[in-house]
């Protein structure tokens, strides 16, 4: 199949495989329904907590809760109850129980050493609480400036993986990560995991997600920046980044030798620091949900629950997201339309988002380790390429 006739497919949802419930809209009924899986960090942190000690027990609302000796950066915090639907109360049960984690979570990180400039505040946007009305919220501090976020909530339900970056750090950009295979100019596909073991050799990478869609064969079907290189070149919703520019989001332009981005790359040169990556298609223009993802024309892909995966920039604070969100699980996530993927992304504050390759390609990697929960049953899928959060400390010396 060429790229050609994938690209005019390439808006069909994803098949559900063997998942007879991928199109299913359930509210789960936590009284006797499934209890949300824990993840490798949240089973760490009954254990141990960075560097601070062990760990001892404290009440609070719906359970007891891990609570540290000391305060170290690689604390967790993390609240979870059962929900009960009990009427008009059930929202703000949920409400309260959730601010009260981030109280949690704000108290643990309060120490930590100073983010110049400022620190993200550690805490979920209030649009996106009020959107969501999570049962759970959990968050750990990756790095300076660096964080992930995981929400459950039953209202979907949904499981919602998040990384929040700030990209006006030196330290702090992104990196697309490709298949060993295409590194070396060939077709291929790989797990993100993969890939991002191979990178870590190099740098650090803090977090990643699959990102453009691809052939079967291991083509990207939309224009790619690999350290400057144009690897892929065509006039498709791209994100792009380099150093000491905000992200950028639009549809690319050739002309002549040069992909036009939010700045200009020489198809047959390299500018040694741009990446880009493709998805489609855009979610947010200017702060507006586009007409892109129009759920009579687009059918299943837009207008149906899928898993999903996105990217969105902040300008106002200068924070780029991440977003996974898990879907075709029954009462465990159930996925997102196109139209709620954008209502996400302007409730965390972006005002430009692109949706990435969902279905069972979406994952979210975070130090090396799958958080998300991917739909295939076979787990993670191989994928063309991977946008990655990346801590390179060099770049504030050059």
Known sequence: MTVEELDREAHRADPAGRDAEAHAVARADLLGGEVPRRSRTEQQQYAECGEDGPMKEMPGPGGRRPCPEGVGVGCIGYSAHRSRSIGARSGAVHRAAALWGLAVVAGLTACAPADKPPAL??????????????????????????????????AGPWAIHLVEANVRRCDVGLAVLRPEARAQGELGLET????????????SVLAAV???????????LGAE?????????????????????????????ISGDTLRLGWDVVLDGSDSVTEAVSGFPELLRNARPT?????????????????????????????????????????????????????????????EALNLDGGSSSVMVVRGSVESRPS???????????????????????
């Open 225 to 253: 920046v690999v350290d400057g290189k144009v690897t892929a070149a065509r006039e498709r919703p791209t994100l792009a980044w380099r150093p000491g520019s905000a992200p950028w989001i639009g549809r690319t332009e």
């Open 376 to 398: 295939d049953p076979a787990g993670e899928r191989p994928v063309v390429n991977a946008l990655a959060v990346v801590r390179t400390p060099s770049r504030c010396t050059r």
């Open 291 to 351: 007409d892109d993802f129009d759920e009579n024309e687009r059918g299943s892909f837009g207008g149906t629950r899928h898993p999903r995966t996105a990217v969105g920039y902040d300008p106002r604070a200068g924070r780029l997201w991440l977003a996974v969100v898990d879907g075709r699980q029954s009462t465990y996530s159930v996925g997102m339309s196109l139209p709620e993927l954008a209502d996400l992304m302007r409730a965390l504050g972006a005002t």
């Open 121 to 154: 505040a550690d805490r979920v946007p209030a649009d996106a609480l009020e959107l969501l009305g999570p049962d759970t919220v959990r968050t750990e501090r990756l790095s300076d400036g660096v964080w992930y976020r995981y929400l459950w909530s039953s």
């Open 192 to 203: 993100v995991t993969g890939m991002v073991e191979r990178r870590a050799r190099s740098g």
């Open 210 to 220: 699959n990102a453009d869609f691809f052939t079967p064969e291991g083509a990207t």
